[in-house]
């Protein structure tokens, strides 16, 4: 396993939690770190911009308190997502930010990140890039990225269409970094075969928004719970890029989710609802295909629980069928 030195003998599970825009806070990343998982949320989240640095502080204190009281059972780190595009005012004003608190892994998205590497790579820290296909994957490994996010088909958000069989091989036969899969993962048993694929970790976005400490409605978490996989629609229009919604948020904002037009992803901005006054993630809720696991919302700390033990059960079933 190409695992990062940052990871090593510091998770219960190997899963890093998705940053989730505007649902992933201090409160959810705090409580996916101390299960023992890396907790992420975006910058854009904290608003206004000096709120990031509260939040850093906030989070920093929460885990040191966690590991002065539990030795034998410390945190996680915690990751930034930076949305790396022009209509992104705020990057290097909260790159700042994360650099002067020395966050331990940056995850970026869209465009390859040579400049948030060089921040990050300034003071120790990681980069991990999202990624759709094998082009997107190489440029940002030309840029010195600590590892790679294969965002596959069924992913949650903006999310890419190929099979995750053939991103995670077709990367493997030449990036030697750290492999993060997502898509669709949402139990112990889908994370156990992630890694069977080759990938060194999974990539969880929305089974933790129906969590307790998450920053969704409830009834974006009782949608989670009451839909499934037929109830994703892959579309443009929301943002400018392809994304996985849940149907039914589609239509009680007064749309057919089956006659859908396209958008101008030169005109994407992630604070809108594209070509629509609904506004994605607030009104437009993002699922991954893996909700039909789903079936209620856990605190983290028994999710994980629950998750690990799922996780170890697959192996064993996996061992008896190589033995048996």
Known sequence: ?????????????????????????????????????????????????EVLDEWLIQIKEELDKHNQENPDSPAAPFAVNQICHASNDRLMQDMESCVKHEV???????????????????????????????????????QGVDGLILVCAGAGGHAGTHS???????????FDGTILLSGSISDGHSIASSLALGADLAYIGTRFIATKEANADQRYKDMLIES??????????FTGVNGNYLKPSIEKAGLDPDNLPGADKSKMNFGSGGNT???AWKDIWGSGQGIGSIKSDPTVQD??????????????E?????TG
């Open 277 to 279: 006054k609904s506004k």
């Open 303 to 316: 999710l994980v629980n629950e998750l690990i033990e799922q996780y170890e059960q697959a192996y064993g």
């Open 228 to 237: 499934s996989a037929s109830d994703i629609v892959y579309s443009s229009l």
């Open 318 to 322: 996996m061992q008896e069928k190589k």
């Open 104 to 142: 331990p892994i940056i995850i970026t998205s869209l465009r390859p990140p040579l400049e948030i590497v060089e921040a990050a790579h300034s003071y120790g820290g990681v980069v991990f890039h999202d990624v759709i296909n094998v082009r997107h994957a190489k440029k940002a490994a030309e």
């Open 164 to 174: 995750p069989f053939a991103l995670v091989r077709e990367v493997k036969e030449w």
């Open 1 to 49: 396993m190409a695992l990062v030195p940052h990871l090593k003998g510091k998770l219960k599970i190997p899963v890093v939690g998705a940053p989730l825009f505007i649902v992933s806070g201090p409160e959810l990343v705090i409580s996916q770190c101390k299960a023992g998982v890396v907790g992420s949320f975006p910058a854009l989240n904290a608003r206004p911009q």
